[in-house]
Nanobody, 125 residues
Framework: QVQLVESGGGLVQTGGSLRLSCAAS????????MGWFRQAPGKEREFVAA????????AYGDSVKGRFTISRDNAENTVYLHMNSLKPEDTAVYYC??????????????????WGKGTLVTVSS
């Protein structure tokens, strides 16, 4: 089992920045690929970014490429999502997720095995 706890959400103005954190505990978390998904009211959960266990591979959703960066610190069992140039359409609950293997499935909601409870990001216009 892996437990995931997100933090760092809040209210920010358009063009601002935030850093989300996901603290992982349980099994050796460095063996897990980690990802961020988001869900806005009335919309489906959307892939944001993912990173392999070693941190050597990353993937991003088209809507955040060039603005968001995912990173991880395996010594601290923490994954980060650095969000820049935020837009009102980035407003959503952001969820951290983990899966045992790296591959195309990390971009799929159904490909993830563990989920956090989410942290709310609100971008004001």
């Amino acid at each position: 089992q892996v437990q995931l706890v997100e933090s760092g959400g809040g209210l920010v103005q358009t063009g601002g920045s935030l850093r989300l954190s996901c603290a992982a505990s349980g099994r050796t978390t460095s063996s897990y690929a980690m990802g961020w998904f988001r869900q806005a009211p009335g919309k489906e959960r959307e892939f944001v970014a993912a990173i392999s266990g070693s941190g050597g591979s990353t993937a991003y959703g088209d809507s955040v490429k060039g603005r968001f960066t995912i990173s991880r610190d395996n010594a601290e069992n923490t994954v980060y999502l650095h969000m820049n140039s935020l837009k009102p359409e980035d407003t959503a609950v952001y969820y951290c997720a983990a899966t045992t293997s790296w591959g195309p499935a990390v971009e799929d909601y159904y490909g993830m095995d563990y989920w956090g409870k989410g942290t709310l990001v609100t971008v004001s216009s």
